[in-house]
């Protein structure tokens, strides 16, 4: 009888060690699926965000050539009355227009690395467009909410 026990207990240990090892396979398999489904949703919110934030960078950077235009436009009017002054603001219109190439033509990486730069080698001026950028999109805000 006791050689019975010690065999069904050899056993018992036997299908407990084999089945820990399957239990032991089976989390492995479960955490490396858990970690590709994690990386791929990673990887497709990323990829969503980047496109969102491309997206509304375009937006941005047409809006601001739109705001050139109508600076250009501005220039025009008031040629006859003051060359000089509508040569200026031509000229402010050339630059924003090329902030708008910028803009669209640089990954946002870039665009983050340009404005990094700026901040450093110009902070009053980097600090002056922020409060500037501010009081504008105020205003276009308001506007916006008003019609």
């Known amino acids: 009888m006791a050689d019975s026990s010690k065999e069904a207990l050899g056993k018992l240990k036997s299908s407990a060690a084999e089945t820990a090892g399957h239990l032991k396979t089976a989390a492995a398999s479960v955490t490396t699926d858990a970690k590709n489904y994690a990386g791929s949703v990673a990887s497709d919110a990323?990829?969503?965000?980047k496109e969102a934030v491309e997206s509304n960078k375009t937006a941005g950077a047409d809006a601001i050539a739109n705001i050139a235009h109508s600076v250009k436009e501005a220039a025009d009017g008031i040629e006859k009355q003051s060359p000089q002054v509508a040569g200026m603001v031509r000229s402010a219109a050339e630059g924003v227009e090329r902030i708008s190439s910028d803009i669209r033509d640089r990954n946002v990486g870039e665009l983050?690395?340009?404005?990094?730069?700026?901040?450093?080698?110009?902070p009053a001026a980097f600090f002056g467009v922020g409060i500037l950028a501010g009081v504008v999109l105020t205003r276009i805000m308001r506007s916006s909410d008003r019609s």
């Not at 990323?46 to 965000?49: H, K, L, S, T, Y």
């Not at 730069?117 to 110009?122: G, L, P």
């Open 46 to 49: 990323a990829g969503a965000f």
């Open 112 to 122: 983050l690395d340009s404005v990094t730069k700026f901040a450093q080698r110009q």
